[in-house]
Structure formats: structure tokens, C-alpha cells
T-cell receptor
Framework: DAGVIQSPRHEVTEMGQEVTLRCKPISGHNSLFWYRQTMMRGLELLIYFNNNVPIDDSGMPEDRFSAKMPNASFSTLKIQPSEPRDSAVYFC????????????????FGPGTRLLVL | AQSVTQLDSHVSVSEGTPVLLRCNYSSSYSPSLFWYVQHPNKGLQLLLKYTSAATLVKGINGFEAEFKKSETSFHLTKPSAHMSDAAEYFCVHGSSNTGKLIFGQGTTLQVKP
């Protein structure tokens, strides 16, 4: 398996521009997670989906951020308009969540997208 | 509510000496616990996981962790550090049934020659 795939790996943009980050989860996984990592705040969960449905978006910083999962093999995280404080590494992770007791919940992470907003 | 506390933000060891990265957890039920490692400019990689099958868990690259319920700890150890072990290590608590993970703040491991 190729693992979780993210694109682009690096993105440099100017303030005010729209940024779209993409993620392909591991085939067969039913849950997908978007994280943001910065030096100041560490690793933060932004939103997660189960069976393509957003379950918890309480970590999304503000309305400029939106995420979609149109099908089981693709998700996007969009920032519009982008601001310098959005500069961070954005990780996508996927797992197989069965809902039963004592499940493992192991998440597998992609390599991340390093975003720089000038 | 579940939480994890990594007791050291930075640990420095010499190559060939033992590694101990400390983690305490708080949970109202039998937890699932993980250690992830992140090398510079890389994604997070699963080192090992505890899911109540055995209290001593062996992971990749010679790492292991022991679940101690009486101490609410899940410390990560390795008998002999290698230069390639220098990285950020995260202790993580799984959330029952939701699939969410709760991350500790991370411990930076430095390995000196």
C-alpha cells in the first residue's frame, strides 16, 4: 500500500490567495483526519470524517477554513483567503474505525504539506 | 476526559546509552495508547501501540513501552540509543469509539556522539 498521500508537499503563496491541500487516505480506511502542526501550538486536530461525513470540526480555526470529503478516497482542506498565520505543516491521517470496544484506532499519517503564506 | 502528559520536553542522551521518555495518562477506562515518532521534516510514524493484550509492548527500531496501570504511565524505553533515534516523540491516547487521538506535547530526543 502506498500509504496516505498528500499533495502538494510544499506550497508558497501570498496572503489573500486560496490554498487547497489534498489527501488520499489508505484504501479501505473509513476515517480521515486533518491536523495542523506549528512550533507554537504543536499538533492540532482540525477536523475529522467518518464514512465521508464530517464528525467533528471544532478544531477548524475559523470560517476561512473548509474541508470536504466527496468520496472515500479523496479529501481537501481549503483556506480562503490565506493569511501568514496559517503557515504550518498540515497532516492528513487515516484509520479504520469500527465503533467496537477496544479497537486499535491506529492512525497512519501522510508526509504533510508545508505551507508558507507570505 | 482522556489526556496524556509527557513529562520532559527535551531529553539528551549519548549514543549507546539507554533512552527513557516518560508519559503519564489520564483515562476513565482501559485506554489505548500509542507512541509516534517524527523525524525532522517528516510525517508521524507509529512506533508501538498498547491495546490491553500485553503490558509490555515492543515496537520498531528496538523501542518498547510498558503499561503500568498503578502508575498511570506508559514510558518509552530503548536499551541503546542510536544517532538515527534523534527525533520528536509523541505519546498518544486513543479515544474510545470515536477514532480521535489525543496527543501529548512531544519530547525532543537528542542523541550525542
Amino acid at each position: 500500500d502506498a500509504g496516505v498521500i498528500q499533495s502538494p508537499r510544499h506550497e508558497v503563496t501570498e496572503m489573500g490567495q486560496e490554498v487547497t491541500l489534498r489527501c488520499k487516505p489508505i484504501s479501505g480506511h473509513n476515517s480521515l483526519f486533518w491536523y495542523r502542526q506549528t512550533m507554537m501550538r504543536g499538533l492540532e486536530l482540525l477536523i475529522y470524517f467518518n464514512n465521508n461525513v464530517p464528525i467533528d470540526d471544532s478544531g477548524m480555526p475559523e470560517d476561512r477554513f473548509s474541508a470536504k470529503m466527496p468520496n472515500a478516497s479523496f479529501s481537501t482542506l481549503k483556506i480562503q483567503p490565506s493569511e501568514p498565520r496559517d503557515s504550518a505543516v498540515y497532516f492528513c491521517a487515516s484509520s479504520l474505525v469500527t465503533g467496537g470496544a477496544n479497537q486499535e484506532e491506529t492512525q497512519y499519517f501522510g508526509p504533510g504539506t508545508r505551507l508558507l503564506v507570505l | 476526559a482522556q489526556s496524556v502528559t509527557q513529562l520532559d520536553s527535551h531529553v539528551s542522551v549519548s549514543e549507546g546509552t539507554p533512552v527513557l521518555l516518560r508519559c503519564n495518562y489520564s483515562s476513565s477506562y482501559s485506554p489505548s495508547l500509542f507512541w509516534y515518532v517524527q523525524h525532522p521534516n517528516k510525517g508521524l510514524q507509529l512506533l508501538l501501540k498498547y491495546t490491553s493484550a500485553a503490558t509490555l509492548v515492543k515496537g520498531i527500531n528496538g523501542f518498547e513501552a510498558e503499561f503500568k496501570k498503578s502508575e498511570t504511565s506508559f514510558h518509552l524505553t530503548k536499551p541503546s540509543a542510536h544517532m538515527s533515534d534523534a527525533a520528536e516523540y509523541f505519546c498518544v491516547h486513543g479515544s474510545s469509539n470515536t477514532g480521535k487521538l489525543i496527543f501529548g506535547q512531544g519530547t525532543t530526543l537528542q542523541v550525542k556522539p
